[in-house]
C-alpha cells in the first residue's frame, strides 16, 4: 500500500518550533516532488513549500518565509519542514503530498499531487 505518513505536530506556544515529517510507505519518494500544505478551519488549503529531489525547493506562502524550511533526506526517505517563530495563526492541519514528478509546481496549488498523508494537527496557543 503506497501511503504517505505525517508525524511532528502537536500543541506549541507562539514563538516556539516544531519539526514536521513526512515519511513514505511502499514507495520511494526521490523520484517525487514533494510538497507541503495547510488547512485551518474554514479556509482552503494553502501550499507552503515545494523540493524536488535535489533539494531545490520553492516556498508559496509569504506567510511562512523565513520561518519555515523544507528539506529532505533521501536516504531515510523523508521530507521535513522545520517551523519556527510560530504563529496564532499557523494553526492548522499540516499535509504533505507527492507528485510524480521532477518539478514542483510554479503555483502553490494542491491539484497534480499524486498522493497525501492523513494530516498532522498543529496547534499554537498560549
Known amino acids: 500500500q503506497l501511503q504517505l505518513v505525517e508525524s511532528g505536530g502537536g500543541l506549541v506556544q507562539p514563538g516556539g518550533s516544531l519539526r514536521l515529517s513526512c515519511a513514505a510507505n511502499?514507495?520511494?519518494?526521490?523520484?517525487?516532488?514533494i510538497g507541503w500544505f495547510r488547512q485551518a478551519p474554514g479556509k482552503e488549503r494553502e501550499g507552503l513549500s515545494c523540493?524536488?529531489?535535489?533539494?531545490?525547493?520553492?516556498n508559496y506562502a509569504d506567510s511562512v518565509e523565513g520561518r519555515f524550511t523544507i528539506s529532505r533526506d533521501n536516504a531515510k526517505n523523508t521530507v521535513f519542514l522545520q517551523m519556527n517563530s510560530l504563529l496564532l495563526e499557523d494553526t492548522a492541519v499540516y499535509y504533505c503530498a507527492a507528485r510524480a514528478s521532477r518539478f514542483c509546481s510554479p503555483s502553490g496549488s494542491s491539484g497534480g499531487y499524486d498522493y497525501w498523508g492523513q494530516g498532522t494537527q498543529v496547534t499554537v496557543s498560549s
Open positions: 523540493i524536488i529531489r535535489s533539494g531545490a525547493s520553492i
Open positions: 511502499g514507495f520511494t519518494l526521490n523520484t517525487y516532488a
